[in-house]
Structures are given as C-alpha cells and as structure tokens.
C-alpha cells in the first residue's frame, strides 16, 4: 500500500504546468522552487490519501505529501545553469541581462526557455524565428558600462534592475569612417552623423520595443544612404536585416553571401537528420565541412579586411603627401 500511495503522490506531482515554469526566466523559476514545493505537498497529499484504505489515510497523506513536495521542488527549481547564462531572451525576444562573470558565462536561455551553449550569434525575425547570422563568437556581442554581456542584435535590453536601455549599440562610426568599439547609446542621420544619445524607435501596443528603420548604414567606413534594417556586430560588419535571411556585410558582398549559403546549407543538413532522410553519419560529415568551411570563410575575410585597411592606408598617405609636399 506504501508503494501505491507514493507512486500516486509522484504521478501527481508531475502533473504540474511544467510546461509553464520551462516558460519563465531562470530567476523566476528559481523563485517557484519553494512554490512548487508546497503545491508538490497538497497534489501529493490528496493523491495519497485517495488511494490508500480507510484506515490509512492519514499515513496514506503524509507519504504522498513528502512524496509530491519531493517532484514539486525538483520540477520547480532553477538551473544550474542560471549561474552561468550570458542572460536569456524573454516571451517577446527582448534581452535580459546577467550579472555573471565572464569566465563563467557559458551559455544563453532562449526565447522558449530552452538553454543553448554559447553567446548569441543571431537575433529573432519578425516572425519570432532565430536566424543565425554571425559566426565568430567574439563579435556577437559586447559588455556594457555594468559589465552586462549584451548581443550585438539587441536593439535595447533590461538591465540586472529590470530597467530598460533603448537603442544599445556595440560600437559607432565617425564622420572618417572610423569604428569606434565599445558599448554607445544614439543613432545616425541621413547623413552618416552619429548623435549621441538620441534613440530611434518605439514601443508598440503591447509595449514591445521596436526600432526604426535606419537612414542607411556603414559598409567597410562608406556611409551607404537609403533606408535601411539591420545591426552592428561588436567589429563594426553590418549585418542586414531587409529580405534577406542571413546576410552579413563582412566587408565584401561576395563574403557575406558565401556565409549565407554556408548556413542555408547547414540548414539542409539538419533537416535532413530530423526527418531522417540523411543518416546521423552522413550529417556529421556533413556538418564537420560546414566548420571548416566557416573557419575558410573567417581567414578569407580577415585577409580581404587587412587588405582594406591597407589600401585605405595608402590612400591617406597619398592625398597626405598632395596637401603637404614639402
């Protein structure tokens, strides 16, 4: 009878809205530990009580109680990943920023609650779809003045405090060209002039903030006018966000349209492994070539931006010795 009566507290136990707690933050689900110990107790006790016989259900109560508080409280208490989150991405796919130290960020919760290793390397679509659009991880995002890891997507974020930071930026450009990295709140003008300060955008009816369109963007230190949707990541590439799933500006078209196929690619793949028409061998070739063709793709680009720098260089060297010539 002990058996039945615990077995049935377990079961009821686990019937509660665990799909609810997956929903909420860490932190939140953290503080629904006690909650759902005492939730577990009551389910438990019933549940216990209703099965056991006339004369056990005082006993019958108890050992279902312990039992419900017991999978109440491992169904209702954080991760332990929480200590080691960048910060996660609430209902509507805002930012919340995490007091972690940096050696101890590891890993991000996303818009679902589900935890994902590693920082941030895309931003969600207007249809709430993750797109993956960066691949080097040192330029997903930046640390704030706090010292608060925030993607570099991220329009604006909650900070530890619940306070919002609208139109967070990882860095700017001057009126040279020049990208000057490091955590910045403004926008630009038409013509390329970063004001300090001054953000751009709204928060809409269900008070979700949402950025305005930009008045043009900065490619490889051109300013490029004509209305534009997108982002910088933390070296200054910009990254697109009109029409195209997954281009990234990494100083050349023809770069960043290659990063675009290379990710649909890797899409295919793993489409092809859940609906099993690629075998989990031929998927993980298949995908250890997407690496390497990511890690081709990243030397390529380095070497196409020294060369910029350099003929940048030598263009200012030029028109330095035109101005001064003795």
């Known amino acids: 009878m002990r058996i039945q009566t615990l077995v049935a507290g377990v079961c009821a136990a686990a019937l509660l809205p665990t799909v609810a707690l997956a929903q909420q933050t860490c932190e939140q ?5 006690v909650a759902g110990t005492v939730v577990g107790a009551g389910v ?6 209703a099965v056991a016989g006339r004369g056990d259900r005082t006993e019958g109560a108890v050992i279902g109680g312990l039992a419900g508080a017991f999978v109440g409280n491992q169904l209702s208490k954080g991760r332990a990943d929480c200590a080691r989150a960048y910060g996660y991405y609430d209902n509507n796919g805002a930012w919340h920023a995490n007091a972690v130290a940096r050696d101890n960020a590891a890993g991000y919760f996303d818009r679902n609650g589900a935890w994902v290793e590693g920082a941030p390397l895309g931003h969600y679509d207007r249809d709430g779809r993750w797109v993956q659009a960066i691949q080097d991880s040192s330029a997903a995002g930046y640390y704030d003045n706090r010292g608060l ?6 329009s604006g974020y909650y ?3 619940g306070r919002w930071v609208a139109a967070a930026a990882p860095g700017y450009y001057d009126r040279s060209g020049r990208w000057i990295a490091g955590p910045a709140t403004g926008r630009y003008d038409a013509d390329g002039r970063w004001l300090a300060g001054q953000t751009s955008g709204r928060r809409d009816a269900n008070g979700v903030w949402v950025s305005d369109p930009q008045p043009g963007y900065y490619d490889n230190g ?9 982002y ?4 200054g590439r910009w990254v697109s966000l009109d029409g195209q799933v997954n281009r990234a500006s990494y100083s050349t078209a023809e770069a960043g349209d290659l990063g675009s196929r290379i990710t649909r690619i ?4 793993r489409r092809g492994m859940d ?6 061998m031929e998927a993980s070739q298949a995908l250890r070539t997407v690496e390497a063709l990511r890690r081709d793709e990243a030397m390529l680009s380095a070497r196409v931006d020294r060369l910029s720098e350099q003929v940048r260089a030598d263009r200012r060297g030029q028109r330095d010795d035109r101005r001064n010539p003795y």
């Open 29 to 33: 689900r953290q503080s629904q530990r």
């Open 222 to 230: 051109r300013w490029v006018r004509g209305e534009a949707r997108g």
């Open 159 to 161: 900070d530890v405090d």
């Open 149 to 154: 890891w925030v993607p570099a997507s991220a």
């Open 266 to 269: 890797e899409e295919r793949i």
């Open 275 to 280: 609906n099993g028409s690629m075998t989990r």
């Open 232 to 235: 910088y990541d933390a070296r």
């Open 44 to 49: 438990g006790a019933l549940a216990g009580s």
